[in-house]
Every structure is written in structure tokens, then in C-alpha cells.
């Protein structure tokens, strides 16, 4: 196997780092053969899943791994403003929770809290 090489003083494309991966996996299948190595669907998702998140903390817009039939899955692309209204509707719910909270315990419930 040809070795990879990783310098700390460089970033990589994504391509380069789609080669890495795959040396890397086929160095594994090839050392598998003889172990039976096998990953299960549950293994599979978690992985495609985990990956997606490490993009998700480092690129704009979010990549979300989606079943659309049993078995079968996409890779939805959501830009950034779509990322931003999931965010500012975390927020309001959040701003809601903490005026129901303080509803509670005064029995009032402040003006910038709406209504559930």
C-alpha cells in the first residue's frame, strides 16, 4: 500500500481527501478478505451520518442524510438562509419556552412571549 501523507502545514481539497479515504478503505478490504471483516446497514448509516456532521461544522448550508424509502437514502442539500430559519425558529421557541417559564412563576406572561 502506498503510503498517506498527511502535512500539518496544509489543507486539502476535497478530492484529496476522497483519495485518502479510499486508499485507506481499500488498504482495509484488502486486509478484510481474510477476516471477514462486514459492516451492517446500521454501520454504514452512522458513518455516512457522522461524516456529514463533521461537514455540516465546517461548510455553509447543511448536509442532511434522508430516507426516502426503506433501505434507501439521499443526501439533501439545505442552503445557508435555510439553515438560518431553522435557527431563528430554535431561537423563538426557545424565547416562548423561557416566557411560559416565567409565566409559571408569576402568573404573568411577558409582552415579547407568544402565545402557544
Keep these: 500500500m502506498d503510503d498517506i501523507h498527511v502535512s500539518e502545514d496544509k489543507s486539502y481539497t476535497l478530492g484529496e481527501v476522497i483519495d485518502a479515504v ?52 439521499r443526501v439533501r442539500y439545505a442552503a445557508e438562509d435555510s439553515a438560518k430559519r431553522s435557527s431563528s425558529r430554535k431561537l423563538k421557541a426557545e424565547v416562548n419556552r423561557t416566557a411560559s417559564y416565567l409565566e409559571e412563576l408569576t402568573g404573568k406572561r411577558p409582552s415579547w412571549g407568544e402565545k402557544e
Excluded: C, I
Excluded at 39 to 60: A, E, G, I, K, Q
Design 22 to 73: 479510499k486508499q485507506t478503505l481499500d488498504a482495509v478490504s484488502e486486509q478484510s478478505g481474510e477476516n471477514k471483516l462486514r459492516y451492517t446497514s446500521t454501520d454504514l448509516y452512522w458513518l455516512l451520518h457522522d461524516m456529514l456532521r463533521y461537514v455540516n461544522r465546517n461548510v455553509p448550508g447543511e448536509f442532511v442524510l434522508y430516507q426516502t424509502s426503506k433501505g434507501v437514502y
